[in-house]
């Protein structure tokens, strides 16, 4: 629906509609650079002041490498009943670990949030999925970390809200791309980041990828990662991929908190080092 | 019907042999492939909501058959739930990892290729490549054959599970179709001069039950 300026009658105004004083405030708000390079979009950014949230296995908030969550959740599902409860579990696989290090590898002020959706079996885990990202989205938290994704067509339609009220709430949603030919959920939606791996030894190396669903590519082969009970491994996967692009997205955010999803989305495509010309 | 149909077909096949078979075949394929250790498939059982090691190839091959565990445990319930493939290197360095596998399998690998096994919407289960020469740099090229590995044990599987539903409908009593099902295997085995006027019999049946669609 198009917005529809009027100069009075504000408050007979629907709520789509903006008023001249406040359409005249909204077009001076922001004032871009003549050009967009990675020293204005993350430059001296180290994530303070951003929150990203970790949907997935847990955290160890001990590991060296994690430096500690914010708060941490579990999903628990009683019928028809949701549960978000005090994570006492931690990381009950070591990958969600993994996430958090990535992301406080690459910012290392942000804070993190865990919301633990595993555990609790594959019968009921896509509801845990679904009522997880639920709690993350109504918590406003600037960018999301999803290394997941599901097939099951009848969440999908529930999915597609929850990443379009992401969307317009200002929560970035960053989601792991599916590496074969099945259909999967959330990445291919159009109000979320999707990425995958490259191989180019360099955590700060990410592509934009000009012929979609997959958006970005970002280093996710041979990966140093955090794991459970204060271990490292090496790992590769999709899923170290995406952590990599959430914590560029909270340097961002961090820098620059009023940036919408598809203006931070846009800055990653501007700066990605398939694309950068000067500088 | 469509019940039917699956039960009437499997009743024609052999058991669920051939397919073991051609599950066996691809995990010692894929670990000839990556040179590796071990192989397995895992299958999930809905009903228990539990992984079962379907087909092993290498370390394992005589015990764990058949073994259970919950569905959510683990690298290969992470890549379950997640619908996520994962490689990890140095696993071992995992305590906890290192000592619920060696509980449950008396055997500690070092590295886990693991990928999930899906038919449309369907998750099936789990394909497991352990210990392959950790020493070599993993190459994106080893993750496309993953991917097309998974791709055709998803299949072996999904044909599996088919075949073991309709063959568990087909013992229940079949399904009002179960008739055709013995029918067929009775024609099979009848003396020729029998089987000619049975089929003479069949086919003036299928002409009055197609008039009168």
């Not at chain 1, 180290?46 to 999903?75: Q, Y």
Request: net charge negative; aromatic share 6%.
């Amino acid at each position: 629906m198009a917005v529809t300026l009027h100069a009075d009658d504000s408050d007979a105004l629907p709520a789509h509609a903006v008023a001249g004083p406040e359409a005249r405030r909204l077009r001076g708000a922001r004032q871009w650079p003549s050009q967009v390079d990675r020293t204005w979009a993350f430059g001296g950014s180290t994530g303070a002041g951003a929150t990203v949230c970790v949907v997935d296995s847990g955290v160890d908030a001990e590991h060296p490498l994690v430096g500690g969550v914010g708060r941490a959740v579990a999903i628990r599902i009683e019928g028809d009943e949701t549960h978000v409860e005090a994570d006492e579990t931690g990381d009950v696989c070591g990958h969600g670990t993994a996430c958090a290090g990535i992301i406080r590898s690459v910012a290392p002020d942000c804070e993190l949030v865990s919301v633990r959706v595993l555990g609790e079996g594959f019968v009921g885990s896509g509801p845990a999925l679904i009522e997880g990202l639920r709690w993350a989205v109504e918590q406003g938290f600037d960018v999301i970390n999803m290394s997941l994704s599901t097939t099951k067509e009848r969440f999908v339609a529930d999915l597609h809200a929850l990443t379009d009220a992401a969307y317009f709430r200002r929560s970035l949603i960053v989601a792991s791309a599916h590496n074969m030919p099945v259909r999967s959920y959330p990445w291919r939606f159009a109000s979320v980041v999707s990425v995958a791996s490259h191989d180019i030894d360099d955590p700060l190396a990410y592509l934009r990828n000009p012929d979609p669903p997959v958006e970005f590519y970002a280093r996710g082969v041979e990966v140093d990662v955090a794991w459970s009970d204060g271990s490292t491994l090496r790992a590769s996967g999709n899923s170290f991929a995406t952590p990599h692009i959430s914590g560029i997205c909270a340097l961002i955010c961090a820098k620059h908190p009023d940036l919408t999803p598809p203006e931070v989305k846009t800055l990653l495509g501007l700066t990605a080092t398939n694309a950068v010309t000067d500088g | 019907m469509s019940g039917d149909r699956a039960a009437i077909a499997a009743g024609l096949l052999p058991g669920d042999d051939l397919h073991r078979a051609l599950l066996r075949s691809i995990v010692d394929t894929a670990r000839a492939i990556f040179r590796a250790q071990a192989a397995s498939v895992f299958l999930l059982d809905a009903e228990t909501d539990e992984l079962v090691f379907e087909a092993v190839s290498g370390e394992g091959e005589e015990s764990l058959v058949g073994r259970r565990f919950p569905s959510s445990t683990g690298i290969a319930g992470w890549v379950l739930v997640t619908g996520q493939s994962l490689v990890l290197d140095d696993v071992t360095a995992d305590p906890r990892f290192a000592s619920q596998s060696a509980q449950s399998t008396c055997y500690v690998p070092k590295c886990i290729m693991a990928v999930p096994l899906e038919s449309g919407d369907r998750t099936l289960g789990v394909l497991e490549v352990l210990d392959r020469p950790c020493a070599e740099r993993f190459t994106m090229a080893e993750s496309d054959l993953l991917g097309i590995f998974a791709a055709q044990a998803a299949i072996a599987l999904d044909l599996l599970q088919r075949s073991r539903s309709a063959r568990r409908l087909l013992d229940d009593g079949g399904g009002d179709a179960a008739v055709l099902t013995r029918l067929a295997a009775a024609l099979e085995s009848a003396e020729a001069e029998d089987r000619e006027a049975a089929l003479a019999l069949l086919q003036a049946l299928e002409r009055i039950v197609s008039r009168r669609r």
